[in-house]
């Protein structure tokens, strides 16, 4: 057979020979991405450490499911697909790209692996392709500049709209695509001409129609378009590769990276500085993050990586309620300082405090660490830790909040925010009533018990939560459990305390406590508190087993040990609003709903945002003390969401979400139509009772 | 500038039922948690403040026991460079001329361009600042809200009736007391005032003052305590009841009858 079409290595674009074109493209290519990456990992030489090069198994497994499978992607379910579709026709294209990139050099250069009939398969897959990811550019570009969704809007205060860029890879991946499928058709359309054997084009395929559209063009417009569309495709290839790290589109070649060292454990804290323990904070000289190179390497990756789609802030309960903090622009703006610090020429600039300078005190105080921006994030980024690295910055410069400081102070000298005596930390137990049904040992070496009943700061001290102190003492008297508290032995647990960035006043707290628990025997712990609940299992180490009481009821309910009453009213419709810190956080989501399906004739209805996707109603511990700038409040919000749900009673596990959605319920006036009752009264309240005296 | 801030240690009201004991002579001083007197701590990030725009030290100074230490590192860890404990059994029972008698004994020993103290002690009389700055023939301003530091001289403002503001030029060295919410006092945790755990904080008795023994302490007091009592329960309260036009009708009547509105 002899080749009448002159390939791009033989042929010669104007006085250069075609292979010498194409040889020297990708070498100058590669040579000035491999500049740009350079210089993009300067900053992360700069940076602190993180650990991150455990677990290999878990982290490939995670990197199967979220990378390559995407799998956070269709909680959105339009863009998610087509980025779905973007993606695996990315991966596939990937293998067509290097081949074409040979091709330049060489003819009979293929990848390996790729000749014979895997090629043939091969080539029908890419240009299917190849025409869904036109077809997905196309809609992307539609839902970009025409309809707009709302989350990719960018705020006056954080710069200028993000659209062009977008715009402008779209355009760059739609001329690729294009450019190859005309390299693709104009062949094959000569060798029609020719009556040759051609490589079979997948039908309906970008490249088959427009080889039918080619079929009658001239042999020498066919060479040309042949040629030139390899060449286009070749320039535009490798200024996209070198694009990449200018922005957004970075996470096409960080995300894998991104994934693989993503965070394992949820519902934890980094601890100050990686690699240095407990015992040797006192020689770190600076706590948290105050300059950017304060922040991990993965924290910086993390910058790198943002896609820029809006997910973390479109769920961010403060954005939601107008508090100056979206974490999108966390993290932009960390991204963007970093490339204005670190610039491509010229040498790094001296860096600059973060707060006062890309963020305010307010944004980083303004988050309530709900974590639904991680829960959402398709890239597995961060961001409690990193709020929670700004906040121990501000706490070691003594730039706190005045509204926190003196809760921080008597957490310090009282072991509770309250600043109430530590010797008034049982009085809940001494209600008269109370007190006949159930008498709740305090467990001060003289007493013991199998299992304790961690009360914590809110339920002790609050006359509205005490009621949920003594629903969960009735509650596990009638499981039958042995069980105890530590009275004024017992402090806060210091879960907010750790997150608010006071890492010292934490440790003394947890250690407190920690002894305390440890002296009294106990087996087991249980908590109706759900940030006491993250606290002691996630935070504190080498305690006995810790369960919220919702799993304990569930558990006790199911061995029929806990018999339910059925429901008084048929009025009622209830909801379950599930606590920041017992559903993302520690992944409960069950145990509660089982429990409310437990109790005969209860209606239930699910408010659309639920479970993982739960709306944070304000934050609790010492988020109850900060005053933030807000239009609304994140309760107000939350209690709506319930009426719209067609709800009529709010369901918590959670004191603190008692104490917003309460104070919600008033400020939107729907006082008349709705209630709260924590999901341990509620059960009180259904409990049959087996005690001869109420029979 | 070198600037000097007398602190006191008091039971932090916000954590702390303040109770009469038995005897009715002091309060019940079990299970209390002190910290610094809350108008000399805006008092000491005052003159840290001053003293990061314009350099120079600031010493805080006490007069009390071992156990008032304690707010003396606290105030060290944020940002003052000296502590001073001035603890003597003769100054025990001193009133507020004792103490600001003992003050001025320290001031003297020194060279301080400006001396700070809280408006008033949460178990104090307000009388230290005023007296200290006569004992020392200084010039003096109560109640300042702002400082402004030029030509060798402050410009001062001081709360006045209604929350207007009086601004005055006083002349250096001399002795001001700070009212609260003249600035926001940083905050100081655990950390901080490890930080400064191991410095040694000098000690000054009497002698070391050239104090007469006698002109201070509780021999010496001219004002003494005699008693304590809480005043008895004024009639209650009364909840007015109805709607809320009602209630807000009700509220007019009450208000207008009392003159308040025409």
Redesign the interface.
Known sequence: MVEVIVSPAQARYLVVQGRVLFSIIPLLGIACFAYIMAKRVAPLLQSAPDFRFDQISIRLTRSLKYWLGQWRQPRYLLAGVLHIILFAGFVTLSVRSVSLVALGINDSLVVPGFSGGVGHFYNLIKDYAATLVFLCVMIAAIRRGVIKPARYAVPARYGKDHTSEAILVLGLIAILIASESAFEASRAAIQMQLGQPAETLAPLSLAWMMRNALVSTPRPWLQNLHLDSYLIHELTFFAFLCFLPMGKHFHVITSLFNVYFAKLRRGTVKPVRWGVGDDQ??QVKS?GVKKFEDFTWKHMLDFYSCADCGRCSDQCPANAVGRPLSPRFITIKARDYSFRHYPLFGKPRESEPLIGGIYSEDEIWSCTTCGACEEECPLMMEYIDKIVDLRRGM??????P?S???P???L???GNPY?????KKAEWTKNKDFQQMCNVKVLDGKNSAKTLYFVDSITSYDDRMQSIGRATARILSAAGEDFGILGPAEKDSGNEVRRFG????FQ?LRDHNADAIKASRVQRIVTADPHAYNALKNDYKGLPPVEHISQLIAREVKAGKIKLNRVESNEAVYTYHDPCYLGRHNQVYDDPRGVLDAIPGLKRVEMSRCRDRSFCCGGGGLMLFYEPQEEQRMGVLRANMAAEAGANVIVTACPFCMVNIEDGIKVAGLEEKMTVIDLAELVDKHIVSESPASA | MEILVCARRVP?T????IQLNSAGNDIERD?L?Y?VNEWDNYAVEEAIQIVDRLGGNVTVVTVGNEDDEEILRREMA?GAKHGVLISDEAFDGSDGRGLATILAAFVKKGKYDLVLTGVQAEAGEAQVGGMLAAMLDYPFASLVNSIEAFDGKLKVSREIEGGNREMNEIDLPCVLSIQTGIN?????????I??VASVEIPSYGASDLSLDASAVGEAAAKVKRVDYFVPPMAKGAEMLQGDREEIASKVIELIKAKGGLK
């Not at chain 1, 600043?419 to 010797?423: D, F, L, R, S, V």
């Not at chain 1, 006071?502 to 006043?505: A, K, S």
């Not at chain 2, 926001?184 to 901080?192: Q, S």
């Open positions: 904070l006192d706590f706490i070691d410069e003594g730039n706190v005045q926190l400081q003196k921080l102070k008597s310090e000298s009282r600043g109430k005596q530590e010797k006071e890492e010292m006043l003394s | 932090d916000s954590e702390n039922e299970d948690v910290s944020m926001e006092p940083r905050y100081v945790g655990i950390r901080g490890r930080q």
